[in-house]
C-alpha cells in the first residue's frame, strides 16, 4: 500500500515568508509525528498528534510554528515569518494505534526547506 | 525522563567486517528501543525494535542488537558489512510514561562508512 507521503519535497523562501508543508499519512494511522532534522543532526520532535485527543506541541520551537491535522487524515505544518535557521529537512511519521510506544514509525520522504 | 546516546558520530569498517554501532540509554520506565536506517535521499526505516520480549532482537540485512538493561545498552551488530550498509543509523528510545504522549527520543545517529 501507499506509504507516507509529504509535499512539496523542496522548498525555497525568502526570509520572512509563511510556509507551508504537507503530510499524507498511511491511512487508518491515528498517531502522527513532526521532526526537523538539521544538516548533520539528529530528528527533533516538534508534535504529535493522536487520535482526536489534544495534540502534543511541546517540541514546537517558537510561536512562529504550529501544525494542524484534521481527524486521522492530512496534516499541515505552518511556519510564520521564517528565519534562515528554520532551513531543514521537515519530517513526518505516522505510526498505528498508540501501544505504549511500541509502534514502529513510518516515515515520509521529508520537505527539504531552504530559508535564504 | 528518556535520553539516548549514539557513542560514535562515525564508524567506518571494511566490507566483509563486523559492524558494532553502540547505543546507550537512559529511562525511567519500561523502555522500547528501536534502531532505524536512513540511507542518503531516502526516508528512515526501521531496522529493528526492542519491546520486553527477547533481549536479542534481529532485524532486516542482518542486523541484530541486544538490550542490556544492566548496561543500559542497546548495541546494533552485524557479522560481515556489505557496501549497501553505508548509511546514518539512529538508536531511539521510548518509554511508558504514567500519563502523557508517548514521543520517542533519537540518538544524535551514526554515521556508517564501508570501505571496499
Known amino acids: 500500500g501507499a506509504g507516507v507521503s509529504q509535499s512539496p519535497s523542496n522548498k525555497v523562501t525568502e526570509k520572512g515568508k509563511d510556509v507551508e508543508l504537507r503530510c499524507d499519512p498511511i491511512s487508518g494511522h491515528t498517531a502522527l509525528y513532526w521532526y526537523r532534522q538539521r544538516l548533520g543532526q539528529g530528528l527533533e520532535f516538534l508534535i504529535y498528534?493522536?487520535?482526536?485527543?489534544?495534540?502534543?506541541k511541546s517540541g514546537l520551537p517558537s510561536d512562529r510554528f504550529s501544525a494542524e491535522r484534521t481527524g486521522e487524515s492530512v496534516s499541515t505544518l505552518t511556519i510564520q515569518r521564517t528565519q534562515q535557521e528554520d532551513s531543514a529537512v521537515y519530517l513526518c511519521?505516522?505510526?498505528?494505534?498508540?501501544?505504549?510506544?511500541?509502534?514502529?514509525?513510518?516515515f515520509g520522504p521529508g520537505t527539504r526547506l531552504l530559508v535564504l | 525522563a528518556q535520553s539516548v546516546t549514539q557513542l560514535d558520530s562515525h564508524v567506518s569498517v571494511s566490507e566483509g567486517t563486523p559492524v558494532l554501532l553502540r547505543c546507550n540509554y537512559s529511562?525511567?520506565?519500561?523502555?522500547?528501543l528501536f534502531w532505524y536506517v536512513q540511507h542518503p535521499n531516502k526516508g528512515l526505516q526501521l531496522l529493528l525494535k526492542y519491546t520486553s520480549a527477547a533481549t536479542l532482537v534481529k532485524g532486516i540485512n542482518g542486523f541484530e542488537a541486544e538490550f542490556k538493561k544492566s548496561e543500559t545498552s542497546f548495541h546494533l551488530t552485524k557479522p560481515s558489512a556489505h557496501m549497501s550498509d553505508a548509511a546514518e543509523y539512529f538508536c531511539v528510545v521510548s518509554e511508558i510514561p504514567s500519563g502523557g504522549s508517548y514521543i520517542p527520543t533519537f540518538g544524535r545517529g551514526t554515521s556508517l562508512i564501508v570501505h571496499p
Open positions: 529511562s525511567s520506565y519500561s523502555p522500547s
Open positions: 498528534f493522536q487520535g482526536n485527543s489534544a495534540p502534543d
Open positions: 511519521a505516522s505510526s498505528s494505534l498508540a501501544g505504549e510506544g511500541r509502534e514502529t514509525q513510518y
